[in-house]
């Protein structure tokens, strides 16, 4: 199949797609957000993107929906275009969630030299040897990378150096390296026949507690070629990190569940190489961003002392083995780098974050929030950088709530209430089965401002509205009537929801608030609050201010930021020199041990209250 | 069975044998040369030591022998004295080789402190993690660590992070760590539960291209608990280098040769350790030293361009890899580590000799020669070392020659020809079944001594001799007659022998005259002469010279050193600082490629007669 590149300002990232691919697909597969309300059939008008450069089919459509005029100031629908060249569109602000910025890479940043990728190709022409420089062929190899490289330490693994004699002299003396830089050293992973420095792929791995995702990245060309993701198959073993420690430490121990993220990510391979018609072996290097419990896991460390009080990892930063070792089928001689962590709850997972949005090059101070099961959070500017983790419970990712669902198809992400009259909407415009994190903050934040609900979360039992319902005496707020839902059964919100919830941002916050008094600052200081995670991208900055879950700041200073693991662990494999600050970053960055941290727990009760027990830091929630 | 030690003097060198065993058996088991002409039957007396302390079994015999007088100054036969008790016996001058002293480590420089053994065990006590104190365990060893080494770079392997958090908690944070000191970094190999320092055993492997030798070393006691030997079974893919490169590189592959040698290491490692004992898994360490090819093909490194002008091989020094992966059965974690090389025919074989002759440090120039079918030869002093290798042929090792045979039993090893009467003596006392190298150049030396052959090699055909017989008018020299040959055939010497012989000793020469010349020096200026192998320890040295093998200096400056290369890889198992030396050696040590330098063709040619045509030069030759 023929390909074209989509280039996407401001974030300067080109994605490479098969020709008929939509724009809206190419930004899904190279994880830029553009909003897309109706699911890409071309109805809502969300996604308008400005096309700056290159063919295109479909502005019929466009036309249909935006105007005329629109189009003519170089307007398209991002669902509806499908490039016939490359081309190069700019995202507007607008489009990239409601009043949130994304923060991807600028067009500047992008062209930044990053340096060389972690795996490192280089032609070499060596002279053959005559009787006056007969020096052994490994030194050979050395003494020309010395002269492009500079005299540092070169280790030649055993496996390559067996067949280099051969390989050699059968290229007539022109071969590529292939080269891992560690520190001040070179590995020479591998010397291939001719130059093939132009075929050099990657593979960056979010290995998420619930999914695991996977680019495909050109290193040559640095685009991306392709993402994948899906469940991580750990699942089967417990939800969340905990109940898989507990599985690791006193079950079955480590070996199934490191085989399952393994078979994972060797099939989100097959799936990428297939997809693309590359074979696993042309992947020369892997790195997986994850929290510490998963790194652990992927790399078969026993990691028992995790969950137990003080919290030990077995390492904060990893050997690195080659991938095949672990048994991810890429190439044989392709390492396997794994992100290093801060803490036993500090992983490498944020470790990529803090690279992805550059906390640590910054002259202000700037926070990230990655939300999920635990609420990791980060603080700092270029002089320091501090962290903590919050266990929120499983209500932001839909657990323990009476309807909660993750956020797939059919979740109710958006919830508007006006009287009785209550309007959902659902991930992929289908009838409504359930409620997600992102739909309950909205719903929450509607019950409050129609004053359905008090701040202390308990419903107004003296209002008189046919959605309020009690059951055992209990009160619940019915959002879907049974005979609108997928179910056919209501979809309801309790008061032990709501509490749960509460719980939850009660504790992200109070974390955020224990880091910030840490410092001596006030929020007023925070000059970006970034908010990670898929679960960030669906959230509207205004409800979760008003639930108080994101302080009081500036909606514009809030940028959603998305899988900034991937993200990291892509800047890792595209740059020895972001992998050397992410090693910098994770032994630099302070870790504040909650609990046993006294504050915390002051902060939190402090906290379970919509928005807050002190409402002169919620100025902006007058309801 | 219970053991007991015997020391010797001068070398310093303690062995660890069983009860009963004689004081001969304890020499030969830690490769202590002592005279032994009767192999062991009490008969010769040749095996007389002093014994300085201890009690002993079978003074009887040495009564019956060396007399009463003897006897009261303490001489007792090495071969029939049995220590009861740990002893302590002084080696004479006379009983090491004829006029040639047997150069081991002195008492002196066994006691000076090599530094730490290459695979080095650190005991930790660890404190436990506490609120305060919850770094990674992994980081808990380092800083521990970095308490007593100092502060240098350490690397866990993941083989061993894997189950680090469990084994520190399940022994009170009280472990040994098993380290390997590369440069200025150490490899921790493994953290082994509790205090295991005391057990630490190493093996040094001489790889030999016709025997394998392999020492067991306890590295905590730094005493050599046994040693053994066998046939490089690479021979029957080929019985030199060359054979085995042309197998190696044309027909089955490299394979086969290596499974062979490492067949033969698994073979002496399980002799080793059931005769001491000892499970494969105690040995923590390997170092094997090697010419250049043996330690290719060993590694399993392509080999081939090293029999090909310009004569180049893989690599100089080499990648340790877990002795393991290659297929040596010792402790999962164990390195093998290679001495380095030179050059294509100057390999770590003679880097371990110039270790072990300790050439590199001395004020004064001295030579090591390697006889072998290579003549290796290093000349040099603390400040230069310069080296060259020159194929000698076979015939010091018995091929090639008419009734030629190893240095096996049976094998003629000593000549003497007064008139028509000739008395040989063989290896083990027994009926001759041949002639080996030494007893060659006894026998060329007795007939140059007695005018039977001239200055040529060439027989003295007016001389009237029972024993000058012709074989269609070639004349032969019978040193045995059929009727008292093991074969029943006789044992002959013919022109081709000699001139076989005269080769072999003029390329060695020559080679040796080369690098005098080269450094702009003479003879006189040699202080020491090493002459190393097991072919040197038979040779007498005035015969050696008398036939222009070795150089016309004083007989007291030859030393017969043995297995040197051995003895390095012993060194370099033993101390990190020796493994260093030999990486230096290896690099700095500047090789003479013979067969480019033109004026080795001149001092080869001048170097085909008996001793040479330059007379001068050896002044001592007055026959």
Redesign the interface.
């Known amino acids: 199949m023929p390909k074209v590149s989509v280039r996407f300002l401001p974030m300067g990232l080109s994605v490479e797609v098969e020709k008929g691919a939509s724009i809206i697909e190419a930004a899904q597969k190279g994880g830029v957000y553009i909003n897309n309300l109706c699911g890409g059939q071309g109805v809502c008008g969300e996604c308008k993107v400005l096309l700056k450069s290159g063919k295109v089919e479909g502005l019929a459509r466009s036309r249909e929906l935006l105007g005329e005029e629109e189009v003519e100031k170089g307007y398209v629908l991002a669902c509806q275009t499908i490039p016939e060249e490359d081309v190069t569109v700019e995202v507007p602000l607008e489009a990239t969630g409601e009043g949130a910025q994304i923060m991807l890479e600028s067009e500047e940043e992008a062209q930044k030299d990053l340096g060389k990728p972690l795996v490192q190709k280089l032609f070499l022409e060596l002279f053959p040897?005559?009787?006056d420089d007969?020096?052994?062929?490994?030194?050979r190899v050395f003494r020309e990378l010395r002269k492009k490289l500079g005299w540092r330490g070169y280790?030649?693994?055993?496996d390559c150096?067996?067949?280099?004699?051969?390989i050699l002299?059968e290229n007539d003396w022109k071969v590529t390296s292939v080269l891992l830089k560690e520190f001040e050293e070179y590995r020479i992973l591998c010397i291939e026949p001719g130059n093939t420095t132009h075929k050099n792929l990657g593979l960056a791995v979010d290995v998420g507690t619930t999914t695991v995702v996977a680019q495909l990245v050109d290193l040559w060309s640095k685009k991306i070629i392709d993402v994948e993701g899906k469940l991580n198959s750990q699942g089967s073993y417990g939800e969340d990190v905990i109940s898989r420690l507990i599985y690791a430490c006193s079950k079955g121990g480590i070996e199934p569940l490191q085989s399952s993220v393994v078979k994972d990510i060797n099939e989100l391979i097959e799936t990428l190489c297939g997809r693309n018609t590359i074979k696993p072996e042309e992947i020369w290097s892997v790195v997986a961003a994850g929290n510490t419990t998963m790194s652990h896991l992927l790399?078969?460390?026993?990691?028992?002392?995790i969950r137990l009080?003080?919290?030990?990892?077995?390492?904060?930063s990893?050997?690195i083995?080659k991938a095949r070792?672990v048994g991810i089928r890429v190439n044989p001689h392709a390492p396997l780098v794994v992100v290093p962590s801060v803490?036993?709850y500090v992983g490498g997972d944020i470790v990529a974050g803090v690279l992805a949005c550059k906390i640590y090059e910054r002259e202000g101070v700037s926070a990230l929030i990655d939300i999920g099961t635990n609420g990791e959070i980060v603080l700092g500017n270029k002089d320091w950088l501090v962290c903590c983790s919050a266990s929120a419970g499983p209500a932001f990712e839909g657990g323990g709530i009476s309807c909660g669902m993750r956020a797939t198809q059919g979740a109710i992400e958006k919830v508007k209430i006006e009287g009785s009259d209550v309007v959902v909407s659902t991930i992929g415009n289908q009838r409504p089965k359930g409620i997600c994190g992102s739909g309950l903050i909205d719903a929450i934040y509607e019950l409050m401002k129609n004053r359905i609900i008090g701040k202390d979360g308990k419903f107004d039992r003296s209002r008189n509205d046919r959605r309020l319902t009690y059951e055992d005496d209990i009160p619940q707020y019915i959002l879907v009537f049974g005979e609108e839902s997928a179910t056919n059964r209501p979809i309801v919100i309790t008061e032990t929801d709501i509490d749960s919830l509460i719980k939850s941002k009660g504790a992200v916050f109070a974390a955020l608030k224990c880091l910030i008094d840490y410092v001596g600052l006030s929020f007023e200081f925070i000059e970006d609050l970034f908010v990670a995670g898929g679960f960030g991208n669906y959230i509207d900055p205004k409800k979760a201010i008003g639930i108080g879950l994101l302080p009081d700041i500036p909606i514009e200073k809030i940028k959603y930021v998305g899988n900034t693991s991937l993200k990291g662990a892509r800047l890792c494999l595209m740059s020895h020199l972001e992998f050397e600050r992410a090693l910098n970053i994770s032994r630099s960055m302070t870790n504040i041990?909650l609990s046993?941290y006294p504050p915390f727990m002051n902060e939190y009760v402090a906290a379970l209250f919509l928005p807050h027990t002190e409402m002169r830091l919620f100025p902006s929630v007058n309801f």
Chains 1, 2 share one sequence.
Request: aromatic share 10%.
């Open positions: 040897p005559t009787a007969n020096i052994a062929d490994a030194e280790k030649l693994e055993l150096l067996k067949g280099l004699p051969y002299r790399l078969g460390i026993h990691p028992c002392a009080d003080p919290y030990v990892p077995a390492a904060y990893y050997p083995p070792e803490a036993s041990e046993v």
